[in-house]
Nanobody, 121 residues
Framework: QVQLVESGGRVMQAGGSLRLSCEASGSILSMNVMAWYRQPPGNQRELVASMNSDGVTNYADSVKGRFTISRDNAKNTVHLQMNSLKPEDTAVYYC???????????????WGQGTQVTVSS
């Protein structure tokens, strides 16, 4: 089974930059879509950014121009570079993967445990 581990979250000042990482494990041969979601306090989980295996990206309007998603396929890792952080970026950040080709077939990942990002004004 594919497992995801997010890291990099911390308390930041507004205007700062932070890089999140998510590493996938589980006899992975390739992954189609990898994405970052976030869940602000008291709100539903929302898509932040995604990237498919062709490098096509998609961003939430609220993070366009500030966040950048990238992948290291050799390391089964996806990153989220977060610049110009705002207090409203405060959330637990999760990654997810779809169309994961493993030695046992294809599957979609479950959610990782998440990493907390807190941005103070």
């Amino acid at each position: 089974q594919v497992q995801l581990v997010e890291s990099g979250g911390r308390v930041m000042q507004a205007g700062g930059s932070l890089r999140l990482s998510c590493e996938a494990s589980g006899s992975i041969l390739s992954m189609n879509v990898m994405a970052w979601y976030r869940q602000p306090p008291g709100n539903q989980r929302e898509l932040v950014a995604s990237m498919n295996s062709d490098g096509v990206t998609n961003y939430a309007d609220s993070v366009k121009g500030r966040f950048t998603i990238s992948r290291d396929n050799a390391k089964n890792t996806v990153h989220l570079q977060m610049n110009s952080l705002k207090p409203e970026d405060t959330a637990v950040y999760y990654c997810r993967a779809w169309g994961v080709h493993t030695t046992k077939g294809y599957e979609d990942s479950d959610w990782g445990q998440g990493t907390q990002v807190t941005v103070s004004s």
